[in-house]
């Protein structure tokens, strides 16, 4: 808001500086509360689906919308190869998508899984795409990209939020291993800082350009390696004050994904479970050590809490231990007055995060359902493992203002 606005908002209402200030709006404050929340990676977008958010008291949801069909190949991007502007069909579905969110009072923060030149691997015949990491150009062609987002949505009242790009990995491809000590990641940026594997480069690129058209909302920046926390090491705080850091967990790994399940269920919670082939006694405690380097380093740059995201965390619901490992890493979300949101609320292409549905199998009638090729809902209800959730959205805190 302008100085001129505000002057001219005090003499109406005969405020004085300090009323006016605590009345003027700004998306930021939306975060100074600790936020709980969603993820919708979803198919087809719904307003039951944002009736149930809102009737589970969900803080806010983050939105992925690459799944969608648009008018060519890439939903809203056109062509990830070679971006020129936004879809006009596209941004008018992604718009009405954010009316359902605003009518059913959930706040939604926009993380697309594309980019220019880093189209997401399920829509890239499972294959990386790292040209965003390899050429510059594609920068120039990211910002052009938000930008114009921005200018679209930057009134629209449901957004809190923009998350520039889900999990990205520039270190991909340049001899950094995925795992293993945080100290790796300095050795590995001064080789690379400057170059287009930079991503605090890439990042202010497109916070420069968002900023032209849009100043006030807040930019979630994920870090690399598919946003692990210890990437953030290498990193200084960059200046724009609207910004928030945010990270996904999903180690130990072995442990929560689908694999784990298919495997005879090998690995449970808590217990000894391998990362990169080292055996640690997983654990509450053992999750914390694990956060370590990024909390030093958040510390160090003197970040807020606030000013952080577990944005994504999660396990297939049905490895043995799931609901202790999900109230551990809440639990320690809550310590440290993090936001957080979990992966995933009624995701509609898989059940396997979709806690609502407890640790048992799927009943035949679904199954059936979809060989008939209807989108059956699976069948859900209160249960142990969601209500280590469930309970979380009960607390004031997590009501949107």
Request: aromatic share 14%; with cysteine; charged share 20%.
């Amino acid at each position: 808001m302008s100085l001129v606005l505000v002057l001219f908002l005090m003499a109406a209402l005969n405020l004085s500086p300090a009323q006016a200030q605590t009345q003027v709006p700004a998306k930021m404050n939306f975060w100074k509360t600790q936020r709980k929340g969603a993820n919708c990676f979803n198919l087809r977008p719904e307003m039951a689906w944002f009736q149930a958010a809102k009737a589970q008291r969900l803080g806010w949801v983050r939105l992925a919308y690459d799944k969608w069909q648009g008018q060519e190949r890439d939903f809203l991007l056109g062509n990830a190869d070679q971006f020129q502007h936004l879809q006009p069909q596209d941004l008018a579905q992604l718009k009405r998508v954010l009316d359902m969110a605003q009518q059913a009072g959930v706040k939604v923060v926009i993380s697309p899984l594309s980019l220019p030149g880093a189209r997401w691997r399920q829509n890239n015949n499972d294959q990386a795409d790292l040209r965003l990491w390899q050429n510059k150009a594609y920068w120039q062609q990211a910002a052009l990209f938000w930008q114009e987002l921005a200018l679209a949505l930057k009134d629209h009242p449901a957004v809190v939020g923009y998350n520039l790009i889900n999990e990205p990995t520039p270190e991909m491809g340049t001899g950094l291993p995925e795992q293993g000590p945080a100290q790796r990641y300095l050795d590995w940026y001064a080789r690379y800082r400057g170059s287009s594997h930079d991503l605090p480069a890439f990042y202010q690129t497109l916070i420069t350009a968002i900023r032209q058209v849009d100043p006030e909302t807040p930019i979630l920046l994920d870090a690399g390696w598919y946003a692990q926390p210890a990437a953030f090491v290498h990193w200084q705080r960059l200046s724009d004050p609207n910004l928030l850091y945010a990270f996904h967990m999903y180690e130990p790994y072995a442990f929560t994904n689908l694999a784990n399940f298919k495997a005879g269920q090998p690995y449970r919670y808590p217990g000894m479970i391998p990362l990169e082939k080292e055996p640690i006694n997983w654990n509450a405690a053992a999750l914390k050590r694990h956060l370590k380097p990024f909390l030093d380093w958040a510390r160090l740059q003197k970040l807020a809490p606030h000013q952080i995201v577990a944005s994504e965390f999660g396990c297939y619901r049905r490895n043995p231990g799931c609901a202790q490992y999900l109230q551990d890493l809440i639990q320690l979300w809550n310590q440290e007055r993090f936001h957080w949101a979990f992966y995933s609320f009624r995701e509609d292409e898989w059940d396997g995060y979709d806690y609502e549905v407890g640790t048992g199998p799927l009943p035949a009638s679904y199954w059936e359902a979809l060989d008939r090729g209807e989108h059956p809902s699976p069948p859900r209800k209160p249960n142990p493992l969601f209500e280590v959730l469930a309970k979380e959205f009960r607390g004031p805190s997590t009501r949107p203002d």
